[in-house]
């Protein structure tokens, strides 16, 4: 199921199977040449129909959200074998209860995605990507909403202790351009032409300069931007035998310098060398929970929770972008009232009344 059904130049959107890859969408788009699709989530294997089942985000969602704004129709076979086409190709619309949102992010317990109508954009031509280093996460995080308040929205800020990224360079053969301070930033941002793509880059660093940034560097070729970029998106690879679990907590932007200081303080009371990274300006942190010794730590789920914890009292969320799967369904109850479980629990049995999708996803329990 991965054909695409129509490119409707004229309402700027997209309709395919739900087998269809973001690769085979992004090459109809480089066939057409105009039009763009902004969610990337580091896997070009990825089936929109996945996509939609997991409300994608990716490092671009600072300019152009996540998933779930850019879709316009599902159809969704049921459990029961019934088909629903929920939205359409309209821009607006608020005729009854959202359905179709609902099976954003639903992870396969809703019903089986078999159709997607996305919106696409015109396509921007000019675009970079930079880093500006800090001596500490603080600075840098004071940064970012200084950035977004100068009238700039780049399409990706991304945070990175430099420990990672030295890590991610080496294991890649690379070498990290940025020498001076402790921790960058990752800039992507676009213009509608080179002037315009130059001066905003150059504001970006006359900004972090204020608070206290202590080098820049920009991306002179296509190889250094790509390289830039395969250091962040490898960043996990070195740590994949030392890591318990990495985190996916978002807080609201403006409480992620405070959340930053209360991780590090958490992580020093267990004695674990939590390291981070994430897309800063989403407020959207992965921090990685080490192991020792090969083994999950002695109080390492105390640790855990005691960061959820911190997390939600500064109006956060437990999975701002990896979903709550299989492993974050005991952790349901910390971040949902009771009397939002219930109706979560009904929403689930009124599509599946068999609780036959995805047992034991989202929560433990199958409905029925
Ligand atoms: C290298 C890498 C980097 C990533 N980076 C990011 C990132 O930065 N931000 C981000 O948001 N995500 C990221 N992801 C996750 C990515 O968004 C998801 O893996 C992807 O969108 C899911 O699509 P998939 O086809 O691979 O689904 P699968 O992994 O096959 O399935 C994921 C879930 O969706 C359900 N599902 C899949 N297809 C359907 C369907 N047609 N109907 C109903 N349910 C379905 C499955 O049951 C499962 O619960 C990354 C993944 C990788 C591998």
Not at 19 to 39: D, H, M, R, V, Y
Not at 333 to 340: A, G, I, M
Request: charged content about 25%.
């Amino acid at each position: 199921m991965n054909r695409i059904i129509d490119l409707d130049e004229k309402n700027l959107m997209i309709t395919m199977e739900g087998g269809t890859t973001l690769s085979q969408l992004l090459e109809a788009l480089e066939k057409q040449g105009k039009l763009f699709f902004p969610i990337h989530p580091g896997d070009e294997g990825a089936e929109v129909g996945g996509m939609v089942a997991t409300n994608a985000g990716g490092t671009r969602a600072v300019k152009h959200g996540i998933m779930r704004n850019h879709v316009k129709a599902v159809e969704i076979v049921l459990a029961t074998g019934e088909i629903l086409h929920l939205g359409g190709k309209l821009l607006k619309n608020n005729m009854g209860y959202d359905l179709m949102q609902l099976v954003m992010g639903s992870e396969g317990t809703l019903g089986v995605i078999t159709e997607v109508t996305l919106r696409l954009y015109g396509k921007s031509e000019f675009s970079n990507t930079m880093l500006v280093s800090f001596q500490s996460r603080r600075e840098a995080s004071d940064a970012v909403p200084k950035v977004l308040q100068s009238g700039i929205t780049p399409l990706a800020c991304e945070y990175m202790d430099r420990e990672l990224t030295l890590a991610s360079a080496k294991d890649l053969g690379l070498v990290w351009p940025a020498k001076k301070g402790s921790v960058d930033l990752m800039f992507i941002v676009d213009g509608v032409n080179e002037d315009n793509l130059y001066e905003n880059c150059g504001k970006i660093v006359d900004i972090c300069g204020q608070y206290g940034a202590v080098d820049s560097v920009v991306a002179e070729s296509a190889k250094e931007q790509k390289d830039l970029l395969a250091v962040r998106s490898n960043c996990y690879v070195p740590y994949k035998s030392k890591v318990a679990d990495i985190t996916d907590i978002a807080v609201p932007p403006s409480a992620v310098p405070d959340f930053f200081e209360d991780v590090r303080k958490i992580g020093e009371k267990y004695d674990n060398p939590i390291v981070s990274l994430g897309h800063i300006a989403d407020g959207n942190m992965h921090n990685f929970l080490m192991n020792r010794d090969g083994k999950l730590p002695e109080n390492y789920e105390d640790m855990k929770k005691e960061i959820y914890q911190t997390a939600i009292r500064y109006g956060g969320t437990i999975t701002a972008e990896h979903g709550t799967g299989k492993t974050r369904t005991d952790y349901m109850s910390l971040q949902f009232s009771p009397k939002e479980l219930e109706i979560m629990r009904s929403i689930k049995k009124a599509f599946d009344p068999n609780g036959i999708l995805n047992p034991g996803t989202i929560f433990h329990e199958t409905a029925g």
